[in-house]
């Protein structure tokens, strides 16, 4: 594009200056860049909960001092994001493309304001609609077929950050504060670039190498925790990429990162996906408010799954195990809605976002991209053999912190519950096996 004088770069989902290509263009083309992070009220009220807002707040703190070395500073503002664009006068704008309904409301707003827009890749490592099947359909619906074109696909450059830039003579005014975060968990990660540069570093020095054979092991967890900085662009999905595919333990751990990517392209075909079956099994949900209270707490009597939601509620977070265990048991053995599920891990994880918390959700419940849409996971046996030491359990259940061993993944066989204050099962698991079959064999 020709040279403007000035120009906006309205960062959504990319709170970094590394390999941001939308930053990068601005830079290119204009003379003096205006940094805008608009709060959104609408989004805060419907989506705001209290881990993400923090870890939000402190990636704009992050991205702020990144950008005043290099001369420039992050006009944050309060509002709708379109009304705050247009208020500051400047016709030009660039952002990442995404594949959420609000985000494509957000930018054919901006267009409809008279703006213009100019969007580049960077929230995916392949954009969405780039690799589509050769049958015809516009996006792939079983992962295995897209991971196969997807690590077959050429990748754009690595981006270096801007060395600088100017903002326009006076500055823009904007301020952060005035935001309501509410309470966190105690254990919530820090947010920000430097935060998740410094993990990537530790990750590939420390934890790559044995990520495929250990990213199972829930008491060592041998994962990157850098799924929050993924889920709000602190990184690069391309730069972690780019840094692991061709190391030890690489493939398996960019596996992961193809799965974001195929939740992204799903969703940006077929939005409605949020609240809807992707693969209609005429499911009749139970109502169970005792038992959905039950599994919020971590209170079902089966150790694995309540250990996962404890530690979702003290860490904003879970093991990927984990969380395959405790959505299958609210899907399968209490027979809950999915949607159920997704709107509680949505209130406490820092990095839920719709096409990987949804799409998962689907994925567990068998309404979603499972080619085995009615398996369901033994959290007994799940705990046998990914906690076989039971430490992981032992960590989030004190009521256990006594019982030696795999034993504690059957604690009604030690006759201790009442002495140890710890439920008895809410759900036999046989008869939640046969409940579940026989209303999946119902509807079909």
């Not at 959504?12 to 003096?32: G, Y």
């Not at 580049?120 to 049958?135: Q, R």
């Not at 707490?297 to 265990?325: I, K, S």
């Amino acid at each position: 594009m020709a040279s403007v004088r000035v120009g906006i770069v309205l960062f959504t989902r990319d709170l970094r200056v590394h390999d941001n290509p939308a930053l990068h263009a601005a830079c290119e083309a204009c003379e003096e860049v205006v940094p805008l992070f608009v709060l959104d009220d609408e989004v805060l009220a419907r989506f705001g909960a209290p881990n993400r807002v923090a870890f939000l707040l402190d990636s704009l703190g992050d991205l702020d001092r990144s950008l005043r070395e290099r001369g420039g500073a992050l006009v944050v503002r309060h509002g709708d994001v379109v009304g705050e664009v247009v208020r500051l006068g400047v016709p030009t704008v660039f952002l990442a493309e995404d594949v959420s309904a609000y985000a494509r409301r957000r930018e054919q707003r901006l267009r409809d304001a008279g703006l213009d827009v100019h969007v580049s890749p960077g929230v995916t490592v392949v954009p969405p609609g780039a690799l589509t099947p050769s049958s015809g359909v516009d996006f792939f619906s079983v992962f295995t077929p897209y991971w196969n074109r997807w690590r077959a696909e050429g990748r754009r450059s690595v981006l270096d950050p801007p060395a600088a830039f100017r903002l326009p003579d006076g500055g823009v005014d904007g301020e952060v504060c005035g935001t309501d975060v509410g309470t966190t968990s105690p254990g919530l990660l820090r947010g920000g670039e430097t935060e998740a540069r410094r993990r990537v570093a530790a990750w590939i020095s420390g934890g790559l190498g044995a990520y495929g054979s250990g990213r199972d092991d829930l008491a060592d967890d041998s994962t990157s925790r850098l799924s929050a900085y993924l889920r709000f662009g602190c990184i690069s999905p391309l730069e972690v990429v780019e840094q692991t595919i061709s190391r030890p333990g690489g493939e398996a751990f960019v596996r992961q990162l193809c799965w974001r990517d195929f939740h992204y392209q799903l969703f940006a075909a077929r939005p409605e996906l949020a609240r809807e079956d992707m693969r209609a099994r005429r499911d009749r949900w139970r109502d169970d408010d005792e038992a959905l209270e039950a599994w919020k707490e971590g209170r079902t009597g089966y150790p694995l799954v309540d250990a996962g939601m404890r530690q979702l509620r003290a860490e904003g977070f879970m093991h990927n195990r984990a969380r395959l265990v405790t959505a299958s048991f609210l899907t399968k053995h209490l027979y809950i809605d999915w949607r159920t599920g997704a709107e509680h891990y949505a209130s406490l994880l820092a990095d839920a976002d719709i096409p990987n918390n949804v799409g998962n959700w689907q994925w567990v419940a068998g309404t979603g991209a499972d080619t085995r849409p009615n398996r369901m996971f033994n959290p007994t046996r799940q705990g046998e053999r990914y906690d076989p030491a039971g430490d992981y359990v032992r960590r989030w259940i004190p009521e256990l912190a006594d019982v030696d061993g795999a034993a504690i993944h059957e604690p009604w066989r030690l006759g201790l519950l009442g002495a140890a204050d710890y439920p008895a099962p809410i759900v036999d698991h046989d008869a939640a096996v046969a409940r579940f079959r026989a209303a999946r064999s119902s509807s079909d």
